[in-house]
């Protein structure tokens, strides 16, 4: 399998949910708001031998052109964005599912068109009953009838090969990927297991739905993947997307 990150840049988060640019090499980390967290916005594709897998979508950010920055992206790494075959959501955060589709109010339409959406249905229920800051429901309004989305229920497995689980751990709904193609196991746990310093540690993050069940979940999928050679995929981790044993 072929894995290629798309990231979107570094940010500072505080309580007030915003996401800051954040400049590596000049900006002061002290000078943020107390308690700010930094973060990489990085969106993955996998190529199999069967699919090109988008993970998440970003923050739908737009560039000086107008362009849809995870489109650019892949286009700077030779993929059309209409080569998408599947969009695997790992939950709707507005960090992770700004870029679903383009456009604004009743002519927001999806980014990937040609490719199958796959959500859970409870989380995308859950989109109205929790509400702003964390989802932004107006902006994820044109799922709830898409033909292109698969309402997904619980855990279950995509084509024989994507294995999908529903964890509840940072969100109610949270669910994680396990992608087994040609021997190869790539593991995707959204913000389940969002950088690689908190797979080697007890963190337990209030931020989280169930943060006790997220730092477990941590330590049981770090031991399996060092045992089985997984290769693990960090969404918000400024120094490392990717980690294998």
């Not at 996401?19 to 190529?47: A, C, H, K, M, N």
């Not at 429901?137 to 309402?151: F, G, I, M, T, Y």
Request: hydrophobic letters at 35%; proline letters at 5%; charged letters at 25%.
């Amino acid at each position: 399998m072929k894995v290629i990150p798309l990231s979107e840049g570094t940010f500072t988060i505080d309580k007030t949910k915003q996401f800051v640019p954040f400049d590596t090499g000049t900006d002061d980390l002290q000078q943020r708001p107390v308690g700010s967290l930094l973060v990489e916005i990085q969106p993955f594709v996998v190529v199999t031998s069967e699919d090109v897998l988008l993970l998440d979508t970003g923050l739908g950010f737009t560039n000086e052109h107008g362009r849809l920055q995870l489109h650019q992206n892949l286009m700077d790494n030779g993929i059309n964005p209409g080569e998408i075959t599947k969009v695997l959501m790992t939950h709707l955060h507005k960090d992770h599912a700004g870029g679903v589709a383009i456009g604004s109010g009743p002519e927001r339409t999806l980014s990937f068109p040609q490719a199958r959406y796959y959500i859970q249905k409870k989380e995308m229920e859950y989109v109205y009953e929790k509400g702003f800051p964390s989802y932004i429901p107006e902006e994820l309004d044109c799922l709830k009838n898409a033909p292109q989305v698969e309402w997904l229920d619980g855990n279950g497995v995509i084509d024989g090969y994507i294995k999908y689980e529903v964890t509840g751990a940072h969100s109610k709904f949270h669910q994680v990927y396990w992608i087994v193609d040609g021997g190869e196991t790539v593991f995707f746990g959204g913000d389940d297991a969002p950088q690689l310093q908190q797979m080697r540690s007890r963190f337990i993050a209030k931020y989280d739905y169930d943060g006790k069940k997220c730092m477990e979940l941590r330590q049981e999928w770090w031991e399996k993947g060092e045992q089985e050679k997984w290769k693990f995929l960090f969404y918000h981790d400024v120094q490392n997307p990717t980690w294998e044993f």
